[in-house]
């Protein structure tokens, strides 16, 4: 569904990309594929654009709309690299999706892989918006951000993830099955993209 979203918005892109060079502009279609990349990850519409791209492994559609310029320039120049590299330094400094940046870092590993694709359960994960006492009541659903298992007083991804009591065996399976001791925001993703089972691992 992503791809047939992009190649109607990208339709023509080597005549008016560079119109999106004007955010009103940009804005209207980064809309539309946004609610795309939520469709294809099955997030909460609350998560940032900048994440929900990420997620979905889709550039922004100005650094899609100028790729297709380069490529009708000249059909052989290979230009997913400088449109990846293009899209890493936005992300890198990123407003949004802060949660998502220190679980995915690297933009070039997580959007080339073989394998793996997002359940409900894992982007609520990644994302950090889900069935998670802080961002319950952030959107005005719970009274309070406290931990639903246990006396922790802000149940987010990290809290649910690394130290909710609650969920010791379910950490320890996890373990077992990617041969580490512990687990850790920085060796997320790394871990994800080793292997499909290792990414199975994670979606539980």
């Not at 294809?40 to 297709?68: H, K, M, Q």
Request: charged letters at 25%; a positive charge.
């Amino acid at each position: 569904m992503h791809e047939v979203v992009h190649s109607t918005l990208l339709y023509g892109a080597p005549v008016w990309a560079r119109s999106l060079e004007v955010e009103h502009y940009r804005g209207k279609m980064a809309r539309v594929q946004r609610r795309s990349a939520l469709r294809v990850i099955s997030g909460y519409r609350t998560i940032s654009e900048d994440a929900a791209l990420v997620l979905a492994s889709s550039p922004p559609i100005d650094l899609l709309a100028n790729e297709r310029v380069l490529k009708y320039q000249d059909k052989k120049k290979k230009v997913r690299d400088l449109t990846l590299s293009q899209w890493q330094a936005r992300w890198d400094s990123a407003t949004g999706g802060r949660w998502t940046r220190r679980l995915v870092c690297d933009l070039r590993q997580w959007c080339q892989r073989k394998h793996g694709d997002l359940s409900y359960r894992l982007t609520q994960l990644l994302s950090g918006h889900g069935c998670f006492g802080a961002y319950l009541h952030r959107i005005g659903k719970e009274a309070t951000t406290a931990c639903w298992h246990c006396d922790g007083e802000n149940d987010d991804a990290e809290h649910t993830m690394l130290l909710c009591p609650a969920w010791t065996t379910q950490r320890a399976v996890l373990c077992a099955a990617l041969g580490v001791n512990a687990i850790s925001t920085d060796m997320v993703a790394s871990s994800m993209l080793q292997s499909i089972e290792q990414w199975q691992a994670w979606d539980v």
